[in-house]
């Protein structure tokens, strides 16, 4: 039914990925924030085609130490996103899994 009516608009995102796990509804700012593997994406709650990427990957030291240590280096060596959360006015805080080690950091979105 609702493909039929055209009110769908769908989001490829990153390729060879499904890990959108963690979402923040920021009325304030009409954003949605959704954490992914290496990237938080914003997008414009007026306009939903209309969005950001944030790029925060893994260091790439993290990155062999969690190879080394027998992780498969595509499906469990990356940063996932798995805290969002508005700090104030201008920025989010967020947190990943940073390959086995996290990490967590204040991002400015404006």
Not at 2 to 22: D, K, Q, R, V, W
Not at 66 to 74: E, H, M, N, R, Y
Request: glycine share 6%.
């Amino acid at each position: 039914e609702m493909l039929e009516s055209n009110n769908i608009i769908s989001f490829s995102g990153l390729a060879n990925s499904s890990s959108y796990h963690t979402f923040l509804l920021d009325e304030e700012r009409s954003r949605l924030y959704v954490g992914a593997k290496d990237h938080i994406f914003s997008f414009n709650l007026v306009n939903i085609k209309e969005y950001q990427k944030i790029v925060w990957p893994v260091s790439h030291s993290r990155r062999d130490e969690c190879k080394w240590a027998g992780k498969d280096i595509l499906r469990e060596c990356a940063n996932f996103i798995k805290v969002l959360k508005a700090y104030n006015q201008t920025h989010l805080y967020a947190c990943g899994t940073g390959a086995f080690h996290p990490v967590c950091a204040y991002i400015e979105v404006g």
